[in-house]
C-alpha cells in the first residue's frame, strides 16, 4: 500500500476526532499545505477554524503551515497583493543549527541540544532584556526535529524587516568585539558586570570563568594557549578588580587578545537558530496541534520546557496494533528505546505511523 | 515661557504642537500669504538643499521670529507641491542638519519631551527598543547587538537620542512632503525660484575599478575568487552589481566558475537575465544596501556606505570623485 495514502487515512482519522484549535486571527493568515513536500500549495485561507478543520478532515495534508503575517487579503496573489499588515515574531530552532549530521531517527539527547538553544533565548535575552513575560512566549515543539517560539504580542506586530534583523543579530551574538573593548589613551576600557545586554553578559561570563579552577577548561572557555591563562591567574586579583569596574588593561594581554577572547565567550553565549524564519514576515510555520507528515507526531504547545519530552509528550496516535512490513532492523526512541527486527509485523499505531512517515516500515494491506 | 521664548523654541522645534499652536494663533491665510513669509520660505528651501537652513532662532524681534517659523509649514507646502524627489530629499537633509544643531546643545528635559512628542519612548533616560529599532541610525555601531538593553529598555548616550530624533523628524517630515495639500496648487509657483544643483550624472561605464566596488562587493569577489561557496541571493547580488558596472558577460561568468555547483548554461542563463537579455528585458540592480543587511551580505560598512542605499551608489560615488580629483593613471579601454 502507498505509505502517503495510508498515512493520509490516518491523519484524516485524527483530524475527525480531534479539532486543531485555530490560531487568533484566523482569517488574516495565510496557508501553505503540501504533500509531496513540505509545501506544495499556498495563498490558500481559511475563513475560521471551521472551515480549517473541515479542510483537514478531507484533504488532509502531510504538512500543513500558516504565516506569522496578517494580510488584509491572505489568499491573493502575488505577495504584494496580499497587503500585509503585521506580523508575530518567530524564532525557529533546528537540529540542522546544532548538529552537522541530523540522524533520521533523533534520540532524546539531541532534541535535547535543540531545547538548549531555545532556553537559552527565553532565560538569556527574551524575558531578561527584552522583556517579555513568560505568558507572552508560546513554545511549539515542531514536531519533527525543533521547536518554534510565537510571539504574538502587540509589541512586535508593526516591527519592519529590519527591526527583526536586529532582534535575531543580537540573540545570536552577531558582533564585533571591537565595540565592546575599546583603547582609552593608554588604558582599556570594558564592560562591567553590571551593566545591561551583551556588555553585562560578556563581563559575567568573563568573571565567572575565571572563578573556574580550572586551567584547561579556563583556557577551552576563552578560546586562549595554556600560557595566557596562567598569566591571567597569576595576577587575577587585580583582573577581576578591572574587570569590575571597567578598566581591562589589569590583564596582561593585547586589546587583540581580548577580541578573541570575547569572541570565544559570544559563541557559546549566543543563540543558534535559522536566521532566516524570524527576518522574512512572509515566512509560513507549522501550525501548532497539527500533525507532522515527518513524524506522526504533533506540533505541541509546549507549557513547561523543563519537563518536555518531545518524543514522549507529542505522541498522539493509539496504542492498538497495526500490520507493517519492516525492512531493517531499527533501534529507536519513541516513547521509551523500540528495538524493532525486521519483517512483516503488527506494530502499536503510534509507532507505525512514526516508522512509515520516515520511511522505516511499509503499511501492509490486510483488506 | 512668555511669547518670545515660545517662539525661539518653536523656531528650532517647528515640529512640536507649541510651534503648531503658534502659527495656528497667527491665522495665516495660505491663499493670500503675506511676501515675507513666502521669500523667507523659498529662501529656507534654498538654504536646505545646500546642507540646511540657517534659523534666527536667538532674534529679540518677534516679526524675526515669526518669519522663521511660518517659513516652516509654508516651505513644505512649496516642496509637496514638487514632483522632484531630488528635491524633496535634499530638503529634509537640511531640515535634518539644522535640527541636529539645535539638538546637540539642547538641555537633557528638552530632548526627552521633543523625543516623546516625536513617538520615540523613552523613560528616565531609557529608550524602549522598539523605539530605537523604528529609528535606528545606519552605523554598525548602533547596531542592537551593542546596546546596553534591560527589560525592554536601552540606556542610550546623548549623541545616540539626538540621532534618533533626527531621524524620527525626518520620517515624519519625508511623510508630510509626500502627500500634496488640496486647495494649496497655487503655490508651486514658486518652486521656480528654488534652485538646485544637480551633480552631472556621471558615465561610469569607463574600464571597470575594482577598487572603487563597496565592501560588500569586495568580499562577495573576493569569496568567489576563492571558490567559497556563495548563495542564491549572495550570487545574484555580485552578478547585478557587476552587471551594472559595465563587466563584460564572459568575465562575470568567469566569476562564478570556481563555484562548487557551477554550470556554465544556468550561470549564463541567469547572467543574461540580469542584463535583460531575457525574461522581463530590463536590466536588474543589485538589492538595496538594506536587503543586503537583511540577506546578511553588509560586510564591513565604511563611511561612505553611510550616504548610500545601493551598492552601485557606492561605486558611482567613488568614480565621481576619482574623476573629480582628476585621478590618472587608469587604464583606458
Redesign the interface.
Known amino acids: 500500500m502507498d505509505p502517503k495514502v495510508w498515512l493520509r487515512d490516518e491523519f484524516s482519522e485524527y483530524y475527525k476526532k480531534h479539532k486543531v484549535e485555530s490560531p487568533p486571527m484566523i482569517n488574516r493568515r495565510e496557508f501553505g499545505v503540501g504533500i509531496e513536500k513540505k509545501i506544495d500549495y499556498r495563498h490558500l485561507s481559511f475563513k475560521d477554524d471551521n472551515a480549517l478543520n473541515a479542510y483537514l478532515r478531507i484533504n488532509t495534508p502531510l504538512y500543513i503551515s500558516y504565516s506569522a503575517a496578517y494580510y488584509e487579503f491572505p489568499g491573493a496573489t502575488p505577495m504584494i497583493a496580499k497587503n500585509l499588515l503585521s506580523a508575530d515574531l518567530i524564532f525557529d530552532f533546528d537540529m540542522g543549527d546544532v548538529m552537522s549530521d541530523v540522524p533520521k531517527f533523533p534520540r532524546p539527547e539531541d532534541l535535547d541540544l535543540v531545547k538548549r538553544e531555545v532556553v537559552k533565548l527565553i532565560e538569556d535575552f527574551l524575558i531578561p532584556d527584552f522583556g517579555f513575560s513568560k505568558d507572552e512566549i508560546l513554545v511549539f515543539f515542531s514536531g519533527s526535529k525543533g521547536y518554534h517560539i510565537h510571539i504574538r504580542s502587540d509589541v512586535v506586530q508593526d516591527m519592519d524587516q529590519r527591526s527583526r534583523m536586529e532582534i535575531v543579530d543580537y540573540v545570536s551574538g552577531i558582533m564585533n568585539p571591537r565595540f565592546f573593548v575599546k583603547v582609552v589613551g593608554k588604558s582599556i576600557r570594558g564592560p562591567t558586570p553590571g551593566m545591561g545586554g551583551w556588555h553585562g553578559k560578556i563581563a559575567r561570563e568573563l568573571l565567572d570563568t575565571l572563578s573556574l579552577g580550572s586551567p584547561v577548561e579556563m583556557s577551552r572557555r576563552l578560546g586562549i594557549g595554556l600560557s595566557v591563562v596562567n598569566r591571567l591567574i597569576e595576577r587575577k586579583e587585580q583582573v577581576v578588580a578591572g574587570i569590575k569596574s571597567g578598566v581591562w588593561d589589569q590583564a596582561p594581554v593585547s586589546k587583540n587578545t581580548w577580541y578573541s577572547i570575547l569572541q570565544s565567550i559570544v559563541a557559546g553565549r549566543g543563540v543558534k537558530l535559522d536566521r532566516n524564519v524570524t527576518i522574512d514576515m512572509a515566512r509560513l510555520i507549522r501550525l501548532p496541534m497539527s500533525l507532522h507528515g515527518d513524524s506522526g507526531l504533533i506540533v505541541a504547545r509546549v507549557k513547561n520546557i523543563d519537563t518536555f519530552k518531545p518524543l514522549d509528550d507529542a505522541i498522539v496516535f493509539d496504542r492498538d496494533y497495526v500490520p507493517v512490513d519492516v525492512p531493517r532492523n531499527l533501534n529507536i526512541y519513541l516513547g521509551g528505546d523500540q528495538e524493532i527486527r525486521p519483517g512483516e509485523q503488527e506494530l502499536p499505531r503510534y509507532l507505525a505511523v512514526y516508522l512509515v512517515a520516515k520511511g522505516g516500515a511499509v503499511p501492509v494491506d490486510r483488506s | 515661557m512668555n511669547y518670545l521664548d515660545e517662539l525661539r523654541f518653536s523656531v528650532k522645534y517647528p515640529f512640536t504642537e507649541l510651534a503648531k499652536r503658534i502659527v495656528s494663533e497667527m491665522k495665516i491665510s495660505f491663499d493670500n500669504l503675506d511676501p515675507v513669509f513666502i521669500d523667507r520660505a523659498i529662501q529656507r528651501i534654498n538654504q536646505d538643499v545646500k546642507g540646511g537652513v540657517l534659523l534666527n532662532a536667538n532674534s529679540r524681534l518677534t516679526r524675526v521670529l515669526e518669519a522663521d517659523l511660518v517659513s516652516f509649514p509654508v516651505s513644505k507646502i512649496i516642496v509637496s507641491l514638487s514632483p522632484d524627489s531630488f528635491l524633496k530629499k535634499k530638503f529634509v537633509s537640511g531640515e535634518a542638519n539644522a535640527l541636529r544643531k539645535f539638538l546637540f546643545v539642547e538641555k537633557d528635559e528638552v530632548l526627552n519631551s521633543l523625543a516623546l512628542e516625536l513617538g520615540i519612548k523613552i523613560v528616565g533616560g531609557k529608550v524602549h527598543?522598539?523605539s530605537y529599532?523604528?529609528f535606528?541610525p545606519p552605523d554598525?555601531?548602533y547596531?542592537?547587538?551593542?546596546?546596553?538593553?534591560?527589560?525592554?529598555?536601552?540606556?542610550v548616550n546623548r549623541s545616540t537620542l539626538v540621532e534618533l530624533i533626527t531621524t524620527a523628524f525626518s520620517r515624519k517630515l519625508e511623510s508630510d512632503i509626500s502627500r500634496k495639500p488640496k486647495g494649496l496648487e497655487h503655490l508651486s509657483v514658486y518652486l521656480s525660484e528654488v534652485s538646485i544643483e544637480r551633480k552631472q550624472s556621471i558615465n561610469y561605464s569607463g574600464p571597470v575599478d575594482a577598487d572603487a566596488f563597496p565592501p560588500c562587493m569586495k568580499k562577495l569577489l573576493a569569496d568567489a575568487s576563492a571558490g567559497v561557496h556563495l548563495g542564491h541571493n549572495a550570487r545574484f547580488a555580485l552578478a547585478a552589481f557587476l552587471v551594472n558596472v559595465g563587466l563584460d558577460e564572459d568575465k562575470i561568468i568567469d566569476v562564478f566558475r570556481g563555484q562548487d555547483n557551477f554550470n556554465e548554461r544556468l550561470t549564463r542563463y541567469h547572467v543574461e537575465y540580469i542584463m535583460g537579455k531575457k525574461g522581463s528585458g530590463s536590466k536588474r540592480l543589485p538589492p538595496s544596501c538594506?536587503k543586503m543587511?537583511?540577506y546578511?551580505l553588509c560586510f564591513n560598512p565604511d563611511n561612505l556606505c553611510k550616504r548610500i542605499k545601493n551598492p552601485l551608489g557606492y561605486y558611482k560615488a567613488k568614480i565621481r570623485r576619482r574623476n573629480y580629483h582628476g585621478s590618472k593613471g587608469m587604464a583606458e579601454r
Open positions: 527598543y522598539k529599532l523604528k535606528i554598525e555601531s547596531k542592537l547587538v551593542y546596546q546596553d538593553l534591560s527589560s525592554g529598555y536601552i540606556r538594506d543587511k537583511v546578511g
